[in-house]
């Protein structure tokens, strides 16, 4: 799935990506939690991993649906202990921001730098044309974004394996620097708070070898 020189399909299709401002996160949020963003060699729980502590953990996989993911991640968060009578850090919320949905998780700077929105086809509402920020960071009530996710407690990933064929691709443009130069400008460029993961699709399995349960999203 994930090629050392993915093709613009493939990039299209399985990156992650971009989304913009910092946020502050409050005690009960997971991230918060998690000293390291990136996981130390070896076969332990990363420290993401070692923080769902929560008895009632739900990891949500988005992938092609933009919102969807973080609105029911956040839902599930703040509406578990409404319901069920529980403590709010008896629930563990995952957003892992698979393919084009990755774009979420980094800086207008990015977007705007990168030309996401033109990459990603995705136009902003007030001027119709690419959007040139991360129109999904912040959210409203109705429609919450990855600064409200965040704030909630949610524990958002974003993946390494995405960035990198990302930054070979943008490479091969010659606009931007090298592979090596866009990584680290990349890997600079994700919202605070944000976890970055070595691969989406190893890490949501980790995730259920600690006790999460899994819900596609779109």
Same mark, same amino acid.
């Given at each position: 799935m994930f090629s050392s020189r993915p093709s613009r399909r493939t990039f299209m299709t399985h990156l992650a990506a971009l989304a913009g401002a910092s946020a502050l996160l409050p005690e009960v949020s997971l991230a918060a939690r998690v000293s390291a963003p990136v996981a130390a060699p070896g076969d332990e729980p990363e420290a993401w991993l070692t923080a769902l502590t929560? @008895?009632? =953990? &739900?990891?949500?996989?988005?992938? !092609?649906?933009?919102?969807?993911?973080?609105?029911?991640?956040? =839902?599930?968060?703040? *509406?578990?202990? $409404?319901?069920?009578?529980? &403590? *709010?850090?008896? /629930? !563990? *919320? /995952?957003?892992?921001?698979? +393919? @084009?949905? +990755?774009?979420?998780?980094?800086? !207008?700077?990015?977007? &705007?730098?990168? +030309?996401? +929105? @033109?990459?990603?086809? /995705?136009?902003?509402?007030?001027?119709?044309?690419?959007?040139?920020?991360? $129109?999904?960071?912040?959210?409203?009530?109705?429609d919450p974004g990855i600064r409200e996710a965040l704030a909630a407690g949610v524990a958002v990933l974003s993946c390494r394996t995405a960035l990198r064929g990302m930054a070979k691709e943008l490479a091969e443009q010659n606009k931007f620097g090298t592979a090596e130069e866009i990584e680290r400008d990349l890997t600079a460029s994700l919202i605070p708070g944000v976890i970055l993961v070595p691969a989406m699709i190893i890490a949501i399995g980790r995730a259920q070898e600690q006790h999460c349960t899994y819900v596609y999203t779109g």
């Open positions: 929560g @008895k009632h =953990r &739900q990891l949500f996989h988005a992938h !092609d649906k933009w919102t969807n993911g973080i609105e029911y991640a956040k =839902r599930y968060k703040e *509406s578990y202990p $409404i319901n069920y009578g529980v &403590q *709010s850090t008896d /629930v !563990d *919320s /995952v957003l892992a921001a698979h +393919g @084009k949905t +990755g774009a979420t998780t980094y800086v !207008d700077s990015a977007w &705007q730098k990168y +030309g996401f +929105g @033109k990459m990603f086809d /995705v136009k902003d509402p007030k001027t119709k044309d690419f959007a040139t920020s991360n $129109i999904f960071y912040a959210g409203t009530d109705d």
